[in-house]
């Protein structure tokens, strides 16, 4: 019985409304921010971190504790969310998070949120000005700073114009002629736009004691994946990581999501961490009813039927994480023909889908070595399966379809929980 079109049904939407079960994780999360909101001092923060496999349900969690936390607390924390993936670089993050920092500014000073002044809203504009520059003219950079000279009359603290006047001789109380008697140019790279961020940070919280800042930075992992496969690449995109970390300085709240194996070497300071493990197969078809509450009363009756009802119950035994259990079903529902048989069987063109640039001869012979396929497989046996060719394994970690144990050292691999239905028996059984 085939299943009308879905219009709404997306297996990566992390919509909060979406959220089912792990109701303990989300009171950890909850709570961790919660208590930090309540016991602030000047100059300490909060960072905590999820971690967990590739679809295993950590932005989802994140974001609907964040999103119950803003409902209570947004009035005067400010909420930054940022999603790290394919960003490519330190800097187009960085400057989203002074872009969204300064609307979220905006937007409580406009709500009647009193401990948000005009001055520290032109505070944060400076931030995301300097945010929009490399290399600039003193004098060019000067007449676009100055439409926020409020920020020079910020009563308490003050460290961003501070630290900007001592490094740069940059001073947004300057004059039209001293403006444009500037000479010279300045250079705004990564370290000092992250510098600057933590200066406004500061400056944020010493103006009221209830005034916060709550940044979440999701997918961190997805900076550069490609970079796995590259030493010199990698050692960039670690860099530009702990660049990131840094921010961590800052006293405010971070709440950071990133995959296991991306982890490794980068959080040994942080105390607050959680490791998600997948869902069990009772809550995987919760997610689904939740899912698919939008849309059309016939396609619920047909996966209602006893033919599809059974195909449900394998699938939540057989997928590794919520992700593929949504991502399988997506794929039988609109393209398996046969609709009966094996389950394995029935996904065999998945991967047409999935990874189209490769073979299927060649994904087949890649994929036996995962056997079983939680099994972790060296470099060196990986490059047989490719038939020696480097070329072929930069186009399977590209396509991510095998995974780095450790991303900063990358010696072993995993097969994609997404083609782990290549290596289950064709009878069906797990």
Same mark, same amino acid.
């Given at each position: ?5 879905? *219009? ?10 979406? *959220? ?8 950890w999360?909850e ?9 602030r ?7 905590? !971190? @999820?971690?967990?496999?590739k ?17 209570? *607390?947004?009035?005067?924390?400010a909420f @930054?969310?940022?999603d790290? #993936?394919?960003?490519?670089s ?13 609307q ?10 009193? +401990?948000?002044?005009?001055? $520290?809203?032109?505070? !944060? ?9 490399t ?12 439409v926020?000279k ?6 308490v ?11 740069? /001789? ?5 004059d039209?002629? +001293? ?6 140019e300045?250079l ?6 992250r ?8 400056d ?6 209830k005034?916060?800042?709550?940044? %979440?930075?999701? /997918? ?12 010199s690449?990698?050692?960039?995109i ?5 660049g ?5 300085? !800052?006293?405010v709240g ?5 995959r296991?194996?991306?982890?490794s070497?980068? $959080?040994?300071?942080?105390d =607050?961490? %959680?490791?998600l493990?997948s869902? &069990? &197969? ?8 939740? #899912? ?10 047909v ?8 195909t449900l119950? +394998? ?12 991502r ?12 009966r048989?094996?389950?394995?069987t ?10 189209a /640039?490769?073979s299927?001869e060649?994904?087949?012979?890649v ?8 099994r972790?497989?060296?470099? !060196? ?16 970690i590209?396509a991510?379809?095998?995974? &780095?144990?450790?991303?900063? +050292?990358? =010696?072993?691999?995993?097969l ?9 028996p064709?009878?069906g059984?797990?």
């Amino acid at each position: 019985m085939s299943v009308p079109l879905f *219009f709404q049904f997306q297996p990566r939407d992390v919509d909060p409304a979406l *959220f089912v079960d792990r109701s303990r994780q989300l009171r950890w999360l909850e709570g961790l921010v919660t208590h930090y909101l309540y016991n602030r001092t000047v100059d300490k923060g909060l960072v905590v !971190a @999820v971690l967990g496999a590739k679809g295993v349900g950590k932005s989802i969690l994140s974001r609907k504790a964040l999103g119950a936390l803003r409902d209570k *607390f947004g009035r005067y924390v400010a909420f @930054v969310t940022i999603d790290c #993936r394919r960003k490519l670089s330190q800097r187009k993050v960085l400057r989203e998070i002074a872009d969204s920092l300064h609307q979220e500014l905006a937007r409580m000073k406009t709500s009647g949120a009193s +401990e948000v002044t005009p001055e $520290l809203v032109d505070t !944060a504009a400076v931030v995301k000005t300097i945010a929009s520059y490399t290399h600039v003219k003193l004098s060019t950079l000067h007449e676009n700073l100055a439409v926020f000279k409020n920020a020079s009359n910020l009563k308490v603290g003050g460290k961003l114009l501070d630290f900007l006047r001592a490094e740069f /001789n940059i001073a947004v109380s300057r004059d039209k002629q +001293e403006r444009q008697a500037l000479e010279g140019e300045v250079l705004l790279d990564d370290t000092t736009l992250r510098e600057s961020l933590i200066q406004l940070l500061r400056d944020v919280r010493i103006q009221d004691p209830k005034l916060d800042v709550i940044i %979440y930075l999701d /997918n961190i992992d997805e900076l550069d994946h490609d970079a796995c496969n590259d030493a010199s690449k990698r050692e960039q995109i670690r860099l530009e990581t702990i660049g990131l970390l840094d921010l961590c300085r !800052a006293p405010v709240g971070f709440v950071l999501n990133m995959r296991s194996y991306y982890a490794s070497s980068l $959080l040994r300071d942080v105390d =607050n961490t %959680y490791t998600l493990e997948s869902l &069990p &197969p009772e809550h995987m078809a919760q997610m689904l009813q939740v #899912r698919l509450a939008g849309e059309r009363e016939e396609i619920r009756e047909v996966l209602a039927s006893d033919q599809w009802s059974a195909t449900l119950e +394998e699938l939540s035994r057989m997928a590794p994480t919520p992700l593929v259990f949504l991502r399988w079903l997506k794929y039988l529902a609109e393209w398996d023909e046969v609709g009966r048989g094996p389950i394995a069987t029935r996904l065999e063109g998945y991967n047409n889908h999935h990874v189209a /640039n490769v073979s299927p001869e060649q994904l087949r012979v890649v994929a036996r070595i995962f056997d079983p396929p939680a099994r972790t497989v060296q470099r !060196a046996e990986l490059l047989v399966a490719c038939d020696g060719r480097e070329a072929m394994l930069s186009q399977l970690i590209h396509a991510q379809v095998v995974l &780095p144990r450790d991303f900063w +050292e990358p =010696n072993e691999f995993t097969l994609d929980p997404e083609l782990h239905y290549m290596l289950i028996p064709s009878e069906g059984t797990p």
